[in-house]
């Protein structure tokens, strides 16, 4: 349950931050439980990345938190995309060249910087006045980690002036964290050696260095020649390798993390084979139930942590070439109904009944589907192909080919051409204009992408 703060309506705090930093805090009686309208969205009005709103909160001073949240409910996020100069105050990171054009801006600093241990990490960036406009190196749309990099500090309790170095060894390496394969690049593996478990240069020293587990590593990067990616790129899809790591590290059991990234040694590929989504799938490997198959993307990013994940009598079986399946966990549906099955909302075997008669429907209505896509095509390309040969048989009739005075006549129109290609391009158009009267095949084709939702 919400609560709503004294300046009424203006913003609203949830039930989690209300607990985590108010409840005995200088603010707990400005405020109120309020009940969120069925037909609005809220969100929370205090969550920042960095904790600022809540160390504000901490402070005491109603009238500046009050105006802080106002601004930055003004500010929205940060995208880390041009902005003009002086829309903004830019900070850069302490000892850092001007001319490095390091830039962060007023919400990353408020964020992460103000009120923090960190806070003597950045200075204001000495205004060069060579450009009009700059954008925040430091947003999380640049891939970086370096906010990330500071939870790890702060795990850590590292000092100031050992965290700036850290930032200084984090922006000499390549970023890590788009869909963008690294060219070349050098990783580092586990000294328990695991086959195709490897991470960047940039994970090295954004979380291998500030959380103290450089044991675990090999102490040298190495080069893989071609393109290849880092197995704690989250952006991209592979097992969820970072969220273990993060376990061991804080739990000091390093075999949870080990067992995690064994995983990598078995995978078909990396990223992981694409969900062919509502068309079977030949071949594959399938986790899951005989009713609910589940394919090796959805298991590994998905299904994995799950209540049922060491349960399902499939575990990785290999398809054969001839036999094909479609993945049973691909939509936000079917995840959210596999979901209620884990909370105990809904039994298993009610959810496997379901997958049968999804599969079933899947049988009646998928064939049909892709027929009327074969038609959707076939007529627009051949009305497409008849237009340009009737163009190009125009194109014919403006030289003259016949012999002069002949003349042909369209049995259509009656027209009188000077060369053949003129009747020619005239049935042509008359073809394709029949293909395009014909009932669109797209509203029957939509009538059944609609029923097919319903399983979705
Ligand atoms: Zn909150
Ligand atoms: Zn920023
Ligand atoms: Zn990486
Ligand atoms: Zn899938």
């Known amino acids: 349950m919400p609560r709503a703060g004294e300046t009424d309506g203006r913003h609203a705090v949830c ?44 402070k005491g001073d109603w009238a500046s938190y009050v105006d802080h949240l106002s601004r930055r409910g003004l500010m929205g996020a940060c995208d880390g995309q041009f902005k003009m100069v002086q829309e903004t105050r830019w900070w850069t990171v302490r000892g850092m060249e001007p001319n490095s054009n390091f830039h962060i801006c007023e919400l990353c600093y408020m964020d992460m910087f103000k009120d923090t241990r960190w806070e003597g990490v950045v200075e204001p960036f000495a205004d060069q006045g060579v450009s009009s406009e700059r954008c925040c190196d430091w947003s999380p749309s640049k891939n970086l980690n370096l906010s990330t990099a500071i939870s790890a500090a702060d795990r850590r309790k590292m000092g100031a002036e050992e965290f700036r170095r850290t930032i200084f060894a984090i922006l000499s390496k390549p970023a890590c964290g788009g869909r963008e394969p690294l060219q070349d690049g050098r990783y580092y593996s586990l000294r328990a050696s695991i086959p195709n478990f490897d991470i960047c240069e940039s994970c090295y020293e954004s979380y291998v260095v500030p959380l103290g587990a450089r044991q675990f590593f090999a102490d040298t990067p190495t080069v893989v020649p071609g393109a290849g990616f880092c197995c704690f790129n989250r952006a991209v899809p592979q097992p969820q390798y970072f969220p273990r790591f993060i376990d061991a590290v804080q739990s000091g059991d390093w075999n949870l993390f080990l067992e995690r990234a064994r995983i990598a040694a078995s995978l078909t590929s990396l990223p992981l084979p694409p969900c062919a989504g509502i068309d079977a799938k030949q071949g594959g490997r399938w986790w899951g139930w005989p009713d609910c198959t589940i394919c090796e993307h959805c298991y590994y990013t998905f299904a994995m942590d799950t209540k049922f994940a060491s349960e399902m009598p499939l575990q990785g079986m290999v398809g054969g070439a001839e036999e094909s399946r479609i993945c049973s966990l691909f939509s936000d549906g079917q995840r959210r109904r596999y979901m209620d099955v884990c909370a105990g909302k809904t039994s298993l075997e009610q959810f496997l009944g379901f997958c049968r008669e999804r599969a079933a429907q899947w049988e009646v209505l998928w064939p049909a589907i892709q027929r009327l896509q074969v038609q959707v095509s076939n007529t627009y390309w051949r009305a497409q192909n008849l237009r340009i040969l009737a163009h190009s048989a125009r194109m014919g009739n403006a030289i003259t080919f016949g012999s002069p005075g002949t003349t042909y006549n369209s049995t259509t129109t009656g027209r009188q051409y000077n060369s053949f290609s003129g009747v020619q391009a005239e049935q042509y158009d008359a073809e394709a204009a029949a293909l395009e009267r014909m009932p669109d095949p797209r509203a029957e084709q939509a009538g059944l992408l609609a029923k097919w939702g319903e399983w979705e």
């Not at 931050?17 to 929370?44: K, N, S």
């Open 15 to 58: 039930e989690a931050c209300f607990e985590d930093t108010f409840v005995g805090g200088p603010f707990e009686a400005r405020y109120a439980i309020a009940e969120q309208p069925a037909d609005l969205g809220w969100c929370c009005d205090v969550w920042d990345a960095g904790g600022f709103a809540h160390r504000l909160a901490l």
